[in-house]
């Protein structure tokens, strides 16, 4: 019975908490942006198994809402260094100004634009949106200590380019050959086209009897397009 209770506890413990997630997501969001939130390298960096954080998650989805359910200031926009179930402290900090590494808040407004686009989900644009107003003053005095902020807002006021591309085995190479073009304001997603499980803003980009792409900027997306020397024409004059 006590070796039982002690196995539980053992496994209680490696499941991690999922402010531990949060925590890495959010270092994976400040040296890799929104594309680095992935589930395998966060439990390597934890040394943790996938499993965990399933536990804890549904999907990267629902690890978004958990930090903006724990750690946004709903009055005032922006979010705060430490979570709203922390232990009790005298003061909730809410830096907003780069330092050694980008600003938490810069870095969460960005992800929130990227992922509130690809994903079609308003909540992460008006999270974002009241970050930016919450630091606005503070940008203003001050744009050369908050380039994280800056480069949020240019996302903000002109939303990246993002092309979905669903994907038929054997014609990997599309996300490839998009990649020998310097597009830094364009993001690319190649999704298998028998994948199931998708967001809806993704999986209403259908896929075809062949690979396929789309292209979208804010929340408007072209008509899909069905060959790979199309796309990169495209892709071409878009830059």
């Keep these: 019975m006590a070796r039982a209770r002690a196995a539980a506890e053992k496994s209680k413990a490696t499941r991690l908490d999922a402010a531990a997630w949060i925590a890495a997501a959010f270092d994976a969001l400040a040296d890799g942006g929104i594309d680095a939130v992935r589930v395998e390298p966060l439990a390597k960096a934890l040394g943790i198994t996938k499993g965990s954080f399933y536990w804890h998650f549904a999907d990267r989805r629902a690890l978004l809402d958990a930090m903006l359910r724990h750690f946004e200031d709903p ?10 179930d922390h232990e009790a402290l005298i003061h909730r900090s809410k830096s907003f100004s780069d330092d050694a590494i980008p600003a938490g808040n810069g870095v969460a407004a960005r992800a929130l634009i990227r992922a509130g686009y690809l994903l079609g989900e308003p909540r992460y644009l008006e999270a974002a949106e009241r970050t930016l107003r919450a630091a606005w003053l503070a940008m203003n005095r001050f744009p050369h200590g908050h380039m994280s902020l800056l480069a949020a807002l240019d996302e903000y006021l002109a939303p990246p380019e993002i092309i979905v591309i669903r994907t038929q085995p054997g014609d990997e190479g599309w996300q490839q ?6 597009a830094p304001r364009r993001m690319v997603f190649s999704i298998p086209a028998a994948l199931d499980g998708l967001d809806a803003a993704i999986a209403d980009k259908s896929p075809g009897a062949h690979t396929r792409a789309y292209v979208c900027r804010g929340s408007t997306c072209s008509a899909p397009i069905e060959t790979l020397s199309d796309l990169v024409r495209h892709a071409q004059a878009r830059l």
Excluded: C, N, Q, V
């Excluded at 009055?75 to 709203?84: E, K, M, P, V």
């Design 75 to 84: 009055a005032l926009g922006g979010f705060f260094f430490t979570s709203d």
């Design 177 to 182: 050959e998009l990649g020998k073009l310097y």
